[in-house]
């Protein structure tokens, strides 16, 4: 499995839709903080939105925009004029999705022109919902993103592939077949994987987690470590599989990824070994082997110094979290 999709893997990731919101006119839409573990997001479908920040920042979403709050932050949502006043929003069901809106009109009915012609699109049409995610170690790629994530998926020629899913989820929405909603919901986890994509090859040489996954030579290495968690790596060796000198890979290494080669090999040792305490019945003994500890006590320690519980409370808690959840 390459990179990207082990990461999003290990994250346990979870897509889910909250609402469509059809907006025009004037809107200030508040959206409070969530807990740690859930990441919503917005992808403009159509129109053109501002999105504020807690910081201060207003940032400007048009058809194609992707934007995802990693930690759960604040935020709210604005006509591009920042204009006062405006309609009362409602909220409705337009059949696949609740829909919020605040032109009067039912969900189901098209936004109206003055002239008569129902095929105007209102200032924003815009698609909101939430990845939830284990947080803790097996969170390593979420934990590194830019917060907030904007990514503009709608910009380029190279981005066929993009659009297409974009306009694929647009119509879904307008449709309202049969299915629709299983539909969009796996698209929006198909156009987080393609957002990281790009967000990193867009941002080749900033430093991060995604800086790795557009770095052909350090990326070899971190595949590797990956591939084979339990293996008792040297920086020599992965520098080896970088085609670098050892000097020169912990060096590179560290300005790219922002951490030292042995802290991010057991952040992924930990990563994986949560997923496994998760998904599997696995012993902590066995598991730690799989990871490269040669006994239960040196991973236990490990996994508690990252993690700040023992493997087996780690287990149990969540296993606890998964049934309070039913």
Not at 200 to 207: K, L
Request: proline share 4%.
């Amino acid at each position: 499995m390459d990179m990207l999709s082990r990461l999003i893997d290990l994250a346990r990731l979870q897509a889910s839709l909250d609402l469509r919101c059809l907006l025009s006119g004037a809107f200030d839409i508040d959206h409070a903080p969530l807990e740690a573990g859930v990441a919503p997001f917005h992808l403009v479908l159509d129109g053109a939105c501002v999105i504020e920040t807690t910081a201060g920042e207003q940032l400007e979403l048009r058809a194609g925009d992707f934007m995802l709050f990693p930690r759960g932050a604040a935020h709210r949502v604005r006509d591009v004029k920042r204009s006062a006043g405006g309609m009362p929003v409602t909220l409705g069901h337009d059949g696949m999705l609740p829909v919020r809106r605040n032109d009067g009109h039912e969900p189901g009915e098209k936004f109206a022109h003055a002239s008569g012609d129902t095929s105007v699109h209102p200032g924003v049409d815009l698609l909101c919902g939430r990845f939830v995610y284990a947080p803790g170690s097996p969170a390593l790629l979420l934990n590194a993103l830019p917060d907030p994530l904007h990514v503009s998926l709608g910009d380029a020629q190279t981005l066929d592939a993009l659009q297409t899913m974009i306009a694929l989820m647009r119509g879904e929405a307008r449709r309202r077949q049969a299915g629709a909603l299983a539909i969009v919901t796996a698209l929006s986890h198909a156009l987080f994987a393609m957002a990281l994509r790009v967000h990193g090859e867009r941002n080749a040489n900033s430093a991060g987690m995604l800086a790795l996954l557009t770095d052909s030579r350090l990326g070899a290495s971190v595949q590797a470590m990956l591939d084979a968690p339990e293996r008792a790596w040297t920086i020599a060796e992965l520098g080896e599989r970088a085609a670098m000198s050892r000097a020169t890979y912990a060096r590179r290494f560290t300005e790219r990824a922002g951490v030292t080669v042995m802290d991010f090999l057991t952040q992924l040792r930990m990563a994986i070994a949560s997923d496994l305490l998760l998904r599997t019945q696995r012993s902590a003994a066995d598991i730690g082997e799989a990871v490269g500890y040669q006994s239960e006590a040196a991973f236990g320690k490990a996994f508690a110094q990252s993690v700040g519980v023992t493997p087996g409370r780690y287990r149990r808690r969540t296993q606890a979290d998964d049934e309070s959840d039913r």
